[in-house]
């Protein structure tokens, strides 16, 4: 659909660019190569596959369009849009603008080495944002590059599907829990419903949230979830999670790193965080999102400095997911900062 793939640009262009690099910052490195060489990835980002509106070839062609050398796709609970991107990333540049039309046939042994003449080669990275059980706040694992179908960790990628497919079940029964809440407060809602709003996809707390604004019940998503659907509101209901210790082995045996997403998304104390870090150090977590779009760039700076003490990998992402979230941007992260290149080396082995 490359409708909305321009229909996104037309946005990105009109919003005021911040600078990309931030004097004195603990990654003034990746930061200032940004500046300079205008270099930018992204390794947070989600798709129509869980609750972004792009589909997974239009979010690639979108990142190739914003002359990005470098995305990683961490769609929630789902690595099921990883081998439409990956086909998306493999063929020439321009020729995956077409919402699903890429063939995923072949993508594993072409994956990431895409590019064209004079292009800027591009490399696409396969992730997951998995949710974990915690208290006060809502913990989400990162499992970045993942490796791709057809060698040794196949075993270990069967697992991790086989899991994330049970979460989808629970998921679609935590919905009719929700429309159950709602039902009760007088507002109609369906399944059916719910699910043309969502295109036919696996449905999730947006699709409900813009349900209730087609209800007049919300002035608009953000609203709906401060007012019904957030941790605490009247619509709110558990989601089944995995235990952490549990999610960071199934990334591992797929071939990736378990890395905290935004951490401040905990809701703790800084002492209780640098416990915490300290406790996932020893659990074999390898790194943090130390740099998101929810955290002030000082914020990130601090979590990073934590990070770093501790030997941990320290990631920056957009968190985009389309038109879903319009004030996430492709490639930048807190304070509008570009994410550079260099970045990449974080996920070395």
Same mark, same amino acid.
């Given at each position: 659909?490359?409708?909305?793939?321009?229909?996104?640009?037309?946005?990105?262009?009109?919003?005021?660019?911040?600078?990309?690099?931030?004097?004195?910052?603990?990654?003034?490195?990746?930061?200032?190569?940004?500046?300079?060489?205008?270099?930018?990835?992204?390794?947070?980002?989600?798709?129509?596959?869980?609750?972004?509106?792009?589909?997974?070839?239009?979010?690639?062609?979108?990142?190739?369009?914003?002359?990005?050398?470098?995305?990683?796709?961490?769609?929630?609970?789902? @690595? *099921?849009? &990883?081998?439409? #991107?990956?086909? /998306? =990333?493999?063929?020439?540049?321009? +020729?995956?603008?077409?919402?699903? $039309?890429?063939?995923?046939?072949?993508?594993?042994?072409?994956?990431?080495?895409?590019?064209?003449?004079?292009?800027?080669?591009?490399?696409?990275?396969?992730?997951?944002?998995?949710?974990?059980?915690?208290?006060?706040?809502?913990?989400?694992?990162?499992?970045?590059?993942?490796?791709?179908?057809?060698?040794?960790?196949?075993?270990?990628?069967?697992?991790?599907?086989?899991?994330?497919?049970?979460?989808?079940?629970?998921?679609?029964?935590?919905?009719?829990?929700?429309?159950?809440?709602?039902?009760?407060?007088?507002?109609?809602?369906?399944?059916?419903?719910?699910?043309?709003?969502?295109?036919?996809?696996?449905?999730?707390?947006?699709? @409900? *949230?813009? &349900?209730?604004? #087609?209800?007049? /019940? =919300?002035?608009?998503?953000?609203? +709906?979830?401060?007012?019904?659907? $957030?941790?605490?509101?009247?619509?709110?209901?558990?989601?089944?999670?995995?235990?952490?210790?549990?999610?960071?082995?199934?990334?591992?045996?797929?071939?990736?790193?378990?890395?905290?997403?935004?951490?401040?998304?905990?809701?703790?104390?800084?002492?209780?965080?640098?416990?915490?870090?300290?406790?996932?150090?020893?659990?074999?977590?390898?790194?943090?999102?130390?740099?998101?779009?929810?955290?002030?760039?000082?914020?990130?700076?601090?979590?990073?400095?934590?990070?770093?003490?501790?030997?941990?990998?320290?990631?920056?992402?957009?968190?985009?997911?389309?038109?879903?979230?319009?004030?996430?941007?492709?490639?930048?992260?807190?304070?509008?900062? *570009?994410?550079?290149?260099?970045?990449?080396?974080?996920?070395?082995?």
């Amino acid at each position: 659909m490359e409708g909305l793939v321009a229909q996104a640009l037309r946005a990105e262009a009109g919003r005021k660019e911040a600078p990309a690099g931030v004097a004195n910052a603990p990654c003034e490195s990746h930061l200032m190569r940004a500046s300079i060489l205008n270099i930018v990835v992204d390794l947070h980002s989600h798709s129509s596959a869980s609750d972004g509106s792009l589909s997974p070839a239009a979010l690639v062609a979108l990142a190739r369009e914003r002359g990005l050398s470098a995305l990683a796709l961490t769609d929630h609970d789902t @690595i *099921a849009g &990883l081998d439409e #991107a990956a086909a /998306a =990333a493999a063929a020439p540049a321009g +020729a995956a603008s077409t919402e699903g $039309a890429a063939s995923t046939e072949g993508a594993a042994s072409t994956e990431g080495a895409a590019s064209t003449e004079g292009a800027v080669p591009f490399r696409f990275i396969r992730g997951v944002e998995i949710e974990i059980a915690f208290e006060p706040g809502e913990f989400h694992l990162l499992g970045l590059d993942l490796a791709a179908p057809g060698g040794a960790a196949d075993s270990g990628l069967a697992r991790l599907a086989a899991a994330l497919e049970g979460l989808g079940r629970a998921r679609e029964e935590r919905n009719r829990r929700i429309l159950g809440r709602i039902n009760k407060a007088g507002i109609p809602a369906t399944m059916e419903e719910l699910s043309a709003i969502s295109g036919g996809l696996r449905p999730g707390r947006p699709h @409900i *949230a813009s &349900l209730l604004v #087609a209800r007049r /019940a =919300a002035k608009n998503r953000q609203d +709906a979830f401060a007012r019904y659907l $957030a941790k605490g509101r009247p619509f709110y209901e558990p989601k089944e999670t995995l235990d952490l210790a549990a999610a960071i082995a199934l990334v591992h045996e797929a071939g990736g790193l378990a890395v905290v997403a935004h951490p401040y998304s905990l809701f703790v104390s800084k002492s209780r965080l640098a416990t915490l870090m300290d406790e996932w150090k020893e659990l074999g977590i390898d790194g943090i999102e130390a740099y998101h779009p929810t955290a002030k760039f000082g914020q990130c700076r601090r979590l990073e400095e934590m990070g770093r003490a501790r030997g941990l990998r320290i990631t920056a992402g957009s968190d985009y997911h389309g038109a879903i979230r319009p004030e996430r941007r492709l490639g930048r992260t807190s304070g509008g900062v *570009a994410i550079a290149d260099s970045f990449l080396a974080e996920l070395a082995r």
